[in-house]
T-cell receptor, first 114, second 113 residues
Framework: DAGVTQSPTHLIKTRGQHVTLRCSPI?????VSWYQQVLGQGPQFIFQ???????GRGNFPDRFSARQFPNYSSELNVNALLLGDSALYLC?????????????FGPGTRLLVL | SQKIEQNSEALNIQEGKTATLTCNYT??????LQWYRQDPGRGPVFLLL?????KEKRKERLKVTFDTTLKQSLFHITASQPADSATYLC????????????FGKGTTLSVSS
């Protein structure tokens, strides 16, 4: 069975641009969460989606938005990119989005903002 | 605000020894505490979950303890091997959907042969 997949693997953008990151969860998983991991830090929660509805949101500005599609895949959008948005963006999927469930992380998308 | 501290950024041990990693937290009452392994350039991989009413959990060479009074978790790898070299992340969560995981910075373990 395929694990969580993310695309693209790497991305270079300039300040002010917009970026869309994509995530496909494990088959049968209905919950997708997004995390930002800056170098040397642990992942920081951005969003959680379950059954196409936003279930939770971390402390990130409105420039960050996301959505989940009927096939449970998800997109993370970041507008007006800042240098500080450079990070590894991780997607995690789980069956029902409950915190006692195992979270399966994808390999991440490494974003560099110049 | 809640704070999670992992004992050190780096831990170097010899093969065959037991590695002990520490996770301390403040201003938080987690229902679950999880440990993940992360290799360079990859996403975290789940290792163990322990609930607030559990004192200890084991899985093969791994052991996790959880002391809610001390607000501390210890993660042990016995008979460590060079293949255990990685960054280990501690993560807390409440028993509430949508509240997500709160991660520590991680401890990078290096096991030398």
């Amino acid at each position: 069975d395929a694990g969580v997949t993310q695309s693209p693997t790497h991305l270079i953008k300039t300040r002010g641009q917009h970026v869309t990151l994509r995530c496909s969860p494990i088959s049968g998983h209905k919950s997708v969460s997004w995390y930002q991991q800056v170098l040397g830090q642990g992942p920081q929660f951005i969003f959680q989606y379950y059954e196409k509805e936003e279930r939770g949101r971390g402390n990130f500005p409105d420039r960050f938005s996301a959505r989940q599609f009927p096939n449970y895949s998800s997109e993370l959008n970041v507008n007006a990119l800042l240098l500080g948005d450079s990070a590894l963006y991780l997607c995690a999927s789980s069956l029902g989005g409950y915190n006692q469930e195992t979270q399966y992380f994808g390999p991440g998308t490494r974003l560099l903002v110049l | 605000s809640q704070k999670i501290e992992q004992n050190s950024e780096a831990l170097n041990i010899q093969e065959g020894k037991t590695a002990t990693l520490t996770c301390n937290y403040t201003n938080y009452s987690p229902a679950y505490l999880q440990w993940y392994r992360q290799d360079p350039g990859r996403g975290p991989v789940f290792l163990l979950l322990i609930r607030e009413n559990e004192k200890e959990k084991r899985k093969e060479r791994l052991k996790v303890t959880f002391d809610t009074t001390l607000k501390q978790s210890l993660f042990h790898i016995t008979a460590s091997q060079p293949a255990d070299s990685a960054t280990y992340l501690c993560a807390l969560s409440r028993n509430q959907a949508g509240t997500a995981l709160i991660f520590g910075k991680g401890t990078t373990l290096s096991v030398s042969s």
